[in-house]
């Protein structure tokens, strides 16, 4: 089923309390007014979150030890438990309207899961879903964690698969519930380096054809434009002002100005 057009931003490294800021403007804008199906693609500096049945319990180490290893900790509005996000990990946020692509919550998830699994056949891993636990699996470690939160029909947060992260820093937690040393990655699995960038455009065109979303590559520097446009006058409108104006130009595309808007002095990346 073809549902409509969509696009997918690659952010690069990202602070995660931007982040978290990005998405909330992005659903706070689709709830009240027709706007593209968005793709987040980008990579954390080292971070913990904790979801919404996370404990105390699930941190294993105390505050002043994450500190010095420049990890911060944030409590998220995802379900499920804790997870580490870092470098040479791709973190994929999915800000979609699940009445436009006719699923349930727990559909879109399968559907990221069969994403994920089909990418990582690319790399001959056989990966596969686990009976009880959500995520993609490679035997008994995981390597993909899922989680996604809806506010008023809108999605967001979305799949962290680990590619070449630094799973030493799992051991400070209880990852979503499971023993530290459950966790893998592509390149422990292949035995040689990988990175994020390797998978990104699999991952878009599988999940693309599962949920029936055309995705078109756009600059966040156009994104966060036309956030600040939308919420003029807000606390946040300077901040991400201030944010596109450190991000480069482009040449523009007209497929992905036409998803935002017609303001075509703005500039995004070529699909």
């Known amino acids: 089923m073809y549902a409509g057009e969509g696009i997918v931003i690659h952010a690069g490294i990202m602070n995660y309390s931007f982040a978290q800021v990005l998405m909330d403007s992005i659903v706070r804008i689709k709830r009240n007014k027709p706007w593209p199906e968005i793709l987040l693609l980008l990579e954390h500096p080292p971070v913990i979150t904790l979801g919404k049945r996370s404990t105390a319990e699930d941190i294993l ?31 994929g946020y999915i800000l979609i309207d699940l009445k436009k692509i006719n699923m349930r919550q727990s559909q879109l998830v399968d559907h990221i899961e069969a994403a994920i ?8 891993i056989d990966a596969k879903r686990h009976r009880s636990h959500r995520g993609v699996w490679v035997g008994d470690h995981k390597i993909a964690s899922i989680g996604i939160a809806v506010r008023g029909g809108i999605t967001f947060h979305g799949f962290a698969l680990n590619c070449n992260p630094d ?16 966790m893998t990655s592509i390149t422990r699995v292949l035995g040689k380096p990988t990175s994020a960038d390797e998978i990104k455009n699999s991952i878009t065109a599988h999940l693309g054809t599962r949920i029936g979303i055309d995705f078109s ?20 409108s300077r901040h991400f002002e201030d944010e ?19 303001d075509k002095r703005h500039c995004i990346y070529p699909a």
Request: charged share 15%; with cysteine.
């Open 217 to 236: 590559s756009v600059s966040l520097n156009n994104l966060l434009t036309y956030i600040s446009k939308e919420q003029k006058g807000t606390h946040i």
């Open 167 to 182: 799973l030493s820093h799992f051991d400070f937690i209880n990852p979503c519930g499971l023993n530290p040393g459950s």
């Open 244 to 262: 596109s104006n450190r991000i480069p130009e482009y040449p523009n595309n007209a497929i992905a100005t036409r998803r935002l808007g017609n």
């Open 117 to 124: 699994i089909q990418s990582l056949l690319n790399y001959s």
């Open 61 to 91: 180490y105390p505050d002043n030890i994450l500190k010095s290893k420049g990890i911060d900790v944030h409590n998220v509005e995802r379900g499920g438990l804790a997870t580490y996000h870092g470098p040479g990990q791709l973190v």
